[in-house]
């Protein structure tokens, strides 16, 4: 008797979570304006500068695109994971793969995002390596290796579940 209830009640409830995608959405504008920003920082500066500032500012704007493709995949995937299907007949250029990453994929393209953003960090601290402190460059590789490690470790951990699925069809 009471069973029907909680579960429409618990069905209903996750679209809470979908209140979640707008704190993303204006952090995915947030983003394009910091990238408008450095581009218009760096844009007249760059004739005078050297290749390796040069490389490192425009590494600086793949990390801030990654971080927003990062926010769009976890928006798409989340709400389609948890919240809802997502009607793909009236949209011709959408991507199919959106709506098909799974929490596990979600797993991954955060850790790998986190991995490229922390490479391109340590890039940025070792061009800059007469100013940067041994210790700071020590701990940067060391996170940067805990980071690999775990992504690693993830995706050893879901294809061994995914093989274990596989073999018990």
Known sequence: ????????LLLVSRWLYACFFFPLLVGLAALVVKSV??????GPLVFSMSEVLLI???LKLVELTLTGALVVIM???GYANFVTRIDLSGHKDWPNWMTQVDFSGQKLWLMSAIIVISGIQLLTAFADISDTPDRDLR????????FVVSWVLLAVGD???????????
Do not use: C, D, H, T
Request: proline residues 3%; neutral net charge.
């Open 37 to 42: 920003q450095r581009l218009f920082e760096v």
């Open 1 to 8: 008797m009471i069973e029907r209830p909680l579960e429409k």
């Open 159 to 169: 294809w061994l579940r995914g093989a274990e699925e596989r073999a018990a069809r």
């Open 56 to 58: 490192v500012e425009v």
């Open 139 to 146: 701990w940067s590789v060391i996170v940067f290796g805990i």
């Open 75 to 77: 928006i798409f995937a």
